[in-house]
């Protein structure tokens, strides 16, 4: 099943860069959204840390049974476009616990750090996907959690940031 990314377009177009919907918060291109899916690996369970515009996680539910999604700001309109196997919670995602346990949990934008919460609410075995902001730049890393530990599995890539003022 394939996702139509002009649905969480603004505008209804689909180009081929990240479309800004807000200040924090862009429709992300086919490719990245396909990659981030393809880095969680054969899972059922997938919690997502941040919905953004939706499309990243109707992409995830296209492709995984259960998909819990966390905005700490959901967008107007947001829970209408996504499928019935998506449960979306307004919070924090970076101290929400849900009290679940998940096979995948990725993380849709540059965070500072690894939280907490995003370990324990992953099962053992379970892979991490997190963009880390390193300076003006993110690294895209994957992790797997053995015991109660994080191990670094690889690295997808790297994203620059760029100032942009939204209107």
Not at 35 to 51: F, H, N, P, R
Not at 56 to 69: E, G, K, M, N, P
Not at 81 to 107: H, R, S
Request: proline fraction near 5%.
């Amino acid at each position: 099943m394939s996702v139509d990314r002009k649905l969480f377009t603004p505008d209804g177009s689909d180009p081929e860069w990240p479309v800004p919907v807000g200040t924090r918060c862009t429709v992300p291109t086919r490719a990245m959204v396909e990659l981030l899916a393809d880095a969680l690996g054969d899972c059922s369970k997938v919690l997502e840390v941040g919905t953004g515009s939706g499309y990243q996680t109707a992409v995830l539910a296209a492709r995984f049974a259960d998909v819990v999604s966390v905005e700490v700001q959901p967008l107007p309109g947001v829970q209408e476009k996504l499928p019935a196997n998506v449960t979306l919670i307004g919070a924090d995602g970076c101290t929400y616990d849900t009290g679940e346990q998940f096979d995948a949990v990725l993380v849709t934008f540059a965070a500072h750090e690894i939280a907490r919460v995003w370990v324990k609410q992953l099962r053992g075995d379970g892979t991490l996907v997190v963009p880390l902001q390193i300076g003006n730049s993110s690294r895209i890393s994957v992790y797997v959690k053995r015991g109660d530990e994080l191990h670094l599995e690889g690295v997808l890539g790297y994203a620059q940031f760029t100032r942009q003022v939204l209107q």
